[in-house]
């Protein structure tokens, strides 16, 4: 379950320059366009998808079942949707953009219209890992998705800092699946997800299992919850009688110092004495014993992503 990365670089060379024909032939086939179907164009993520998809080297063809998505594209990017069939004729990426609990029967109902020899590209490991996805030994499926933004970055310009999504403005990291197919598939998955999710900085390569063990399982089954409690703490805090500016300013400077400690970005800096004591003192108040292998146990991470795949539609 290591993953890997890579970290793309950029030089950009007249075809030819340098090379063999047989290596600009490559690339000049490289730069033709590969058609993508895009489903679930007009929700939220599938309008981010499209607009970083603009420009680029794919022909994408947008669907959305939905009026009031089709409005939400058309008013946000100037594009029009097409109808499900044309868009998957021909498709050589196939990209899903819809909750997880409909990726699934979703693509159990398309799956006999989709080219053999296309990369089924899912935004999320969850309908994957939870065995969700139609046997099609002809067809690869690809799990991609964002870490989104780092709290420590690098970034100077107003919109980057504010980009807390990510896919706009802000650098972000994402991680990558080849769950089947053949391996050139991989090159494609990624060159598709580093489009979507621009601007990219590492790609790291992982198993299904392992992109499921980092969502839910680390980033929302710990990290959200964890970051909920933080802000109950802080109202609690203020509850008690701390002015709520002073309350929340307290929280998060100190929470910078404390994540830069716990993951070494400040390798010099340490807790004090009287911190560790805290820590110590109410690591057994708040935490259950064995907490980390009731979430991260396998079979704790399969039962996760199955009721995720099966959440009502207000949860999803």
Same mark, same amino acid.
């Given at each position: 379950m290591t993953c890997q990365h890579a970290v793309a670089a950029h030089v950009i060379m007249p075809i030819g320059y340098g090379v063999g024909p047989r290596k600009a032939q490559a690339q000049a086939e490289r730069d033709t366009m590969t058609k993508i179907s895009l489903l679930g164009a007009g929700g939220k993520m599938g309008v981010r998808l499209s607009k970083n998809l603009q420009g680029s080297r794919f022909e994408v063809a947008h669907v959305e079942v939905s009026a009031e998505g089709q409005a939400r594209l058309r008013e946000q990017t100037g594009l029009d949707c097409v109808d499900q069939a044309a868009a998957l004729a021909g498709a050589e990426v196939v990209v899903l953009a819809v909750p997880d609990r409909l990726i699934g029967k979703i693509l159990h109902a398309i799956i006999s219209d989709i080219d053999s020899g296309a990369l089924v590209v899912v935004l999320d490991a969850a309908a994957p890992h939870a065995g969700e996805l139609p046997e099609r030994s002809?067809? *690869?499926?690809?799990? +991609?998705?964002?870490?989104?933004?780092? /709290?420590?970055?690098?970034?100077?310009?107003?919109?980057? %800092? *504010?980009?807390?999504?990510?896919? &706009?403005? !802000?650098?972000?990291?994402?991680?990558?699946?080849?769950?089947?197919?053949?391996?050139?598939?991989?090159?494609?998955?990624?060159?598709?997800?580093? +489009?979507?999710?621009?601007?990219?900085?590492? @790609?790291?390569?992982?198993?299904?299992? @392992? /992109? @499921? /063990?980092?969502?839910?399982?680390?980033?929302? +089954? &710990?990290?959200? +919850?964890?970051?909920?409690?933080?802000?109950? #703490?802080?109202?609690?805090? &203020?509850?008690?009688?701390?002015?709520?500016?002073?309350?929340?300013?307290?929280?998060?400077?100190?929470?910078?110092?404390?994540?830069?400690? !716990?993951?070494?970005?400040?390798?010099?800096? %340490?807790? *004090?004495?009287?911190?560790?004591? !805290?820590?110590?003192? @109410?690591?057994?108040?708040?935490? %259950?014993?064995?907490?980390?292998? #009731?979430?991260?146990?396998?079979?704790? &991470?399969? !039962?996760?992503? %199955?009721?995720?795949?099966?959440?009502?539609?207000? #949860?999803?």
């Open positions: 002809d067809v *690869s499926y690809f799990v +991609t998705h964002p870490c989104h933004p780092p /709290i420590f970055n690098d970034e100077i310009d107003p919109a980057a %800092k *504010s980009d807390f999504f990510g896919g &706009v403005a !802000a650098k972000q990291h994402i991680v990558c699946a080849l769950m089947q197919g053949p391996e050139e598939h991989y090159a494609l998955g990624e060159e598709v997800a580093r +489009t979507i999710y621009k601007p990219v900085m590492r @790609a790291h390569r992982c198993s299904v299992e @392992a /992109i @499921a /063990i980092l969502e839910p399982a680390l980033s929302e +089954t &710990v990290g959200a +919850t964890l970051a909920l409690a933080l802000r109950e #703490a802080t109202d609690e805090a &203020v509850r008690r009688g701390v002015p709520e500016e002073a309350a929340r300013d307290f929280m998060l400077g100190h929470l910078n110092i404390e994540l830069s400690i !716990a993951f070494g970005e400040f390798p010099e800096g %340490k807790f *004090s004495d009287g911190a560790l004591h !805290a820590i110590a003192a @109410a690591r057994p108040q708040i935490f %259950k014993e064995g907490w980390l292998d #009731a979430i991260f146990a396998p079979d704790a &991470v399969l !039962a996760s992503v %199955k009721d995720i795949c099966n959440a009502p539609s207000e #949860a999803a």
